[in-house]
């Protein structure tokens, strides 16, 4: 069964939205990170408005090794609506998530990776359909905008890995408990 594997950059205060503005720097031993965080996904979901940010960016982009993963990558996205701007591998989800997140789950293939996307990530906590969380903390305070467990009913997590960056971050990955 294949795992739901949720990769967000958070600041110290749990803020997700705009990493811009608190991640300044990436080191090595981050770009190791992603590397492998990617190297186990197949297929990605996206949120609408990270499909929209990131269509017109990710395309032109010569950023490795995220560039060629995410076109590459087959990307669901969760929209009601069509997607206005046309992205190689792309395809809206045509169900009700859980159903096709279940649906996805039980097929063959690698990790169904989420990056990014704050309001998907939170509903697919909320549902318990993610398995794993990749968590990059940095060492800034954001002192606003969206947290991303915000709404997300108490839960369990039992810590896999730890690694801090030369930089400052830290590198967490979490199993989630059943």
């Given at each position: 069964m294949r795992k739901v594997v949720l990769y967000e950059l958070l600041s110290l205060d749990g803020v997700a939205e705009r990493p811009e503005s608190f991640f300044r720097d990436f080191d090595d031993v981050?770009?190791?990170?992603?590397?492998r965080v990617?190297?186990?996904q197949d297929v990605v979901l996206l949120g609408r408005r990270t499909y929209d940010e990131w269509a017109q960016y990710w395309p032109g982009s010569?950023?490795?090794?995220f560039a060629s993963f995410i076109n590459g990558v087959r990307k669901y996205v969760v929209t009601s609506g069509e997607l206005a701007k046309p992205w190689e591998n792309s395809a809206v989800i045509d169900a009700p998530l859980s159903d096709f997140v279940s649906e996805l789950k039980d097929r063959e293939g690698?990790?169904?990776g989420v990056h990014g996307s704050l309001s998907l990530a939170r509903t697919l906590l909320q549902d318990g359909l993610v398995d794993e969380l990749r968590l990059v903390v940095a060492p800034a305070i954001a002192a606003g905008g969206r947290k991303l467990f915000d709404g997300v009913p108490p839960r369990r997590f039992q810590l896999t890995r730890n690694v801090s960056s030369p930089a400052g971050y830290v590198l967490l990955d979490f199993?989630?408990?059943?």
């Open positions: 981050m770009g190791e990170n992603l590397e990617i190297a186990e010569d950023i490795e090794p690698g990790d169904i199993a989630v408990r059943p």
